[in-house]
Each structure stands twice: as C-alpha cells, then as structure tokens.
C-alpha cells in the first residue's frame, strides 16, 4: 500500500466511512452537496408517492473530482471519484 492510500484510509476513511455521517456532505464541496441533495429529493419523492420506479432517477456522475481547498493537503489537491464516494457514504442508508 503506498503512502497517498495509508493517508487516505488513517484521514478519511477511518472518520468518514459511517453512514452517520452522510448529512455532513451538504456542508463539504458543491460536488458531494449537490449529490446527496438530489439523492435525497429523489427519496422524498418517492415516500410521498411524486416518483415511481419507472420514473428518471438522479444517476451520481461516475468521474473524479476536485475537493474544496480546505481539504487540501501538504502535497496537492485531494481527488476521488464522485460515484465511489457517494456509495460508500450512503451505503447504509437503505433504498
């Protein structure tokens, strides 16, 4: 395992991969933000009978982003893929 994966598995993972803590994404980068609102609209829709299953459902960009600067380390910008990470955050969330 290579040092960037270490800091990344000790940093973030490690505090972030818990679905607990999936409401703090509206507060983290326009990015993560704007996926969780719409996953979450498309859930509301859903418990309140506005959306069927053979609707359009909101699909998370499969692509790597950019986060906001404050999540910038030492040695540059930190990226990750948008898709990957939102499964991972909502994973426990049900649906």
Known sequence: ??????????HVLRNWDDSSKTHYLLAADPEHAYALARILKDCHDKLND???DDDEWYE??????????YH???RGNVK???????????????G
Not at 1 to 10: A, G, K, L
Not at 80 to 94: I, Q
């Open 1 to 10: 395992m290579n040092r960037d994966q270490i800091t990344f598995e000790w």
């Open 50 to 52: 506005l959306k069927k």
């Open 60 to 69: 998370i960009p499969n692509r790597e982003v950019t986060l906001q600067e």
């Open 72 to 74: 910038k380390l030492t």
């Open 80 to 94: 990750c893929n948008l898709k990957e990470t939102m499964l991972t955050l909502t994973s426990e969330c049900g």
